[in-house]
Structure formats: C-alpha cells, structure tokens
Nanobody, 115 residues
Framework: QVQLVESGGGLVQAGGSLRLSCAAS????????MRWYRQAPGKERVLVAQ???????YYADSVKGRFTISRDNAKNTVYLQMNSLKAEDTAVYYC?????????WGQGTQVTVSS
C-alpha cells in the first residue's frame, strides 16, 4: 500500500515562489512516474508536470519555464518548485504516483496566489 503525504501549499503573492512536496511511503515498490496535477473550482483536473523513472520530464505549456519537477530518490519524495507564480496558478495541487502496485493520489494541497 502506497501512501502519499503532500505539503507546501499556502498563500503566496504573485511573482513569488512556492515548493510543494510529496513523500511516498509503504511497502517495497518501484516508482514508474510521479506527477503533479491541479484543479480549480469548476475546472477539470489537469496535468502540470511529470517525471519518470527514466528521467524524462513533461510540463504543461502554462507552467513551462516557471515550474520544475524534481525527485529525491533517497527520501522517495517528489517536489514541484513553482516560481513566478500567477493568479491563474491558484488551484488545489495533487500529487500522483504510478508504481508497480498501481496508481495513488495525494490528498491535495491548496495553492492561492494573490495579486
């Protein structure tokens, strides 16, 4: 059973930075990919960033150049460094991990960007 604990959300001023963390724990498993999604009220949940075990990364056009996804293998933690934040980045951010056991979602963390 894989468990994800998200942290790092909060209120930040436009132009500022925030770092989200997602720590994975549980029985022995292999992580194939870790992702960050976000969802604003009335909108679909969308993928914003992805990193795979092979080292490839993906970023949505809306965050490219501003967000960076990274992973600390020793801590089994994935991060989302969010720079130059905009009001439109306001959303609940969800960690998503794909392992040999299947797919697990984090509980979500609120990010609010004020102008």
């Amino acid at each position: 059973q894989v468990q994800l604990v998200e942290s790092g959300g909060g209120l930040v001023q436009a132009g500022g930075s925030l770092r989200l963390s997602c720590a994975a724990s549980g029985s022995i498993f292999s992580i194939y990919a870790m992702r960050w999604y976000r969802q604003a009220p009335g909108k679909e949940r969308v993928l914003v960033a992805q990193c795979t075990s092979g080292g490839s990364t993906y970023y949505a056009d809306s965050v490219k150049g501003r967000f960076t996804i990274s992973r600390d293998n020793a801590k089994n933690t994935v991060y989302l460094q969010m720079n130059s934040l905009k009001a439109e980045d306001t959303a609940v951010y969800y960690c998503h991990v794909q392992t040999n056991r299947g797919i697990t979602w984090g509980q979500g963390t609120q990010v609010t960007v004020s102008s």
